[in-house]
């Protein structure tokens, strides 16, 4: 069944329990989304374009308002997806910079770039590609 979804190009959501590796999913591949909470498969579906932003903002807003999720948790949210490659680097401080507008969150991204490995760092750091907005933590990250 499962390789029929990959075939047609369907994707499934897990929700992972608070101390699952998401790396025990990687033989599954592509087709399998491994998420911690729900915000987070919002922004893959955000990436692949079947959530506008508004529905991104408004699952946002509900695990705000309604579940007691914090900035900071929104945050570390955001940095996990990107470390994971669920949203690609380069929509990254995009996606920061409209949810500060929209929710009032403040986003630190040197935060974010903490959460992720050293080698991801690396690579990042040696991006062209990358908005300034993430270069200058990241560099700070490494001195620090």
């Not at 750091?125 to 700070?140: A, H, R, S, Y």
């Amino acid at each position: 069944m499962f390789e029929s979804f990959k075939q047609r190009g369907y994707k499934i959501y897990i929700h992972l329990e608070k101390y699952s590796d998401p790396k025990k999913f990687e033989k599954f591949g592509s087709s399998l989304i491994t998420s911690y909470n729900f915000f987070q498969a919002a922004i893959h579906l955000f990436y692949d374009g079947l959530l506008s932003f508004d529905a991104l903002e408004s699952v946002a807003r509900d695990l705000i308002e309604n579940y007691y999720f914090t900035s900071k948790r929104i945050m570390w949210s955001v940095g996990d997806a990107a470390a994971r490659n669920l949203i690609p680097h380069k929509i990254l401080s995009e996606v920061c910079q409209i949810l500060e507008g929209k929710l009032n969150i403040k986003f630190n991204i040197s935060s974010i770039v903490s959460q992720w490995p050293e080698a991801m760092v690396a690579t990042i750091k040696n991006t062209l590609q990358v908005p300034q907005i993430l270069k200058d933590p990241v560099k700070k990250y490494l001195q620090d």
